[in-house]
């Protein structure tokens, strides 16, 4: 049978790989790349795949449950690499305590599922300003303070830099630079960065960058960008190897820096979401192997 | 009558200033924000709105023809701002020459034009490759080559840093820092940069490298971010007010640097191309007095 890739339909240059193969042995499946598993299924899925690790989600575990989310996971003996997500800490002062309050409860659940991090996407301008150093402030204060509760729990944050497309409505974080200069305020296992190569790929100074992230590096996440542009944005990034990013040059400088944490492949796109979830994850262990991998 | 903006349709705050009035001495209309307009329509328009310069496109001056263009506008007395725009750099060497040729016309056309700037888009990654730093140093080395031609006909090449979002395909230099690491090769009258506000505004270094980008302002261009991210991220511009910017103090950081050239209103947007030309610019003439002139 030929095995065909999500979503380009052509023949794969590799087998899949069978469970239990060492190459997999970083992968992790962030779960909004099957975005309509169930945390059960897309546990069970990773399974069935071989692959060690996984990045959950807070709607779908609030779905499944948090208690049968854990156990799910406890039994399967996967990894959980991140939980996604905290953060959206910009809002006004009236907003200052629900939104403190949803991040201790997303502390919770990243401890309670053992999560490697608790990934941070600090949210963008709030409605009807345009006070974007202000926005950052109220993040540098808000990661301060949430810091006190997750350092209690055993939970690192990872600040998130988000690409600058979402500036205004997602996260003020757009730099790599910007995310260090943040959590290195921090002890390291308190505060880390997350390093999405979707986010940070323009970036010219990525390799110093990359390189002072040295022990801040908290989650790996891995996607690509693709032309032209998909015409909804939150939609448009794509399985490795279909648009630009150059992912052996990134690898090396990920391992470089020392990292040999998992590596999560995170993809928001309407065709893969659209297509069999299990063949979904065929193709990003595939493509993995052929271009992410370190070598 | 009661003036409604384009494209909201809301009701203009300000009236529309009069021909004349001394708030519009710097203002330009960049011709692509009035899509529709041939050159001599366009520079008709900007004559009966006392918009006292131009930016004109290549395309439409090809359209028009490059000596219809220049008598046009020496006919109206209108300051051309800048021409749009040479560049697209990045392609391999087999397209060396061509490329090479075009910005030779391109620099022509400045020069016959008596423009302030010729506008560089470097371009993105060639066809197929994923060789980032390649493509910037390509960028680097070509500039140097048409640094020399530029200069024999006094055209300044003014370095256009583009939004990360479009670094695959459109421009390799994706912040200012990037654009003046490139500018402060040359002397400042043969290469400056642009800074456009939908480019860079998203950049936390902003107020340092405005700061530094004093002497090398070769064009300041203003649109403003707007959300939800339009469909065609190529036409994802809006007019000032309309979005997230924060023109105010943009504007401040300009004049702190010292610039005290044209502001060019910049808009590519299907609604506002879609409008009455004249009526984009009686909006546009009103927003920038409101947002953007210099205090």
Do not use: K
């Not at 795949?49 to 854990?70: F, H, K, M, T, V």
């Not at 996260?171 to 986010?199: K, M, N, W, Y």
């Not at 994850?281 to 070598?295: G, K, Q």
């Amino acid at each position: 049978m030929i095995e065909l890739d999500v979503p380009s339909g052509r023949p794969a240059r590799f087998a899949t790989p069978a469970p239990g193969d060492p190459r997999l042995a970083r992968l992790s499946l962030n779960q909004r790349t099957t975005q309509r598993w169930s945390v059960l299924e897309a546990v069970e899925g990773c399974v069935a795949a071989g692959i060690p690790s996984i990045g959950l989600w807070r709607e779908q575990i609030a779905e499944y449950g948090l208690d049968r989310s854990c156990r799910a996971v406890a039994r399967s003996g996967l990894r959980v690499s991140s939980v996604c997500r905290g953060g959206f800490l910009t809002g006004p002062a009236a907003d200052h305590e629900r939104a403190m309050s949803d991040n201790r409860r997303a502390i919770d659940e990243a401890a309670a599922l053992g999560a490697g991090c608790l990934v941070m996407v600090v949210g963008g301008l709030p409605e009807g300003s345009r006070d974007l150093p202000g926005a950052r402030r109220r993040v540098e204060e808000r990661i301060a303070e949430l810091t006190v509760y997750a350092a209690e729990r055993n939970v690192q944050l990872a600040i998130e830099p988000m690409h600058p497309l979402f500036c205004a409505d997602r996260g003020v974080i757009s730099t790599l630079r910007q995310a260090l200069d943040l959590a290195e305020r921090f002890p390291s296992e308190q505060v880390g960065v997350v390093i999405d190569t979707f986010h940070v790929w323009w970036d010219p100074d990525l390799p110093e960058l990359i390189a002072r992230a040295a022990g801040r590096i908290a989650a790996f996440q891995v996607c690509d960008w693709i032309t032209p542009f998909p015409a909804d944005a939150l939609l448009s990034r794509g399985m490795m190897g279909d648009g630009h990013i150059d992912f052996g040059s990134f690898s090396s400088l990920i391992q470089l820096a020392g990292y040999r944490g998992d590596i999560e492949v995170e993809i928001f796109n309407a065709e893969i979401w659209a297509a069999e979830p299990s063949s979904t994850v065929a193709t990003l262990a595939r493509r993995y192997i052929e271009h992410v991998l370190p070598a």
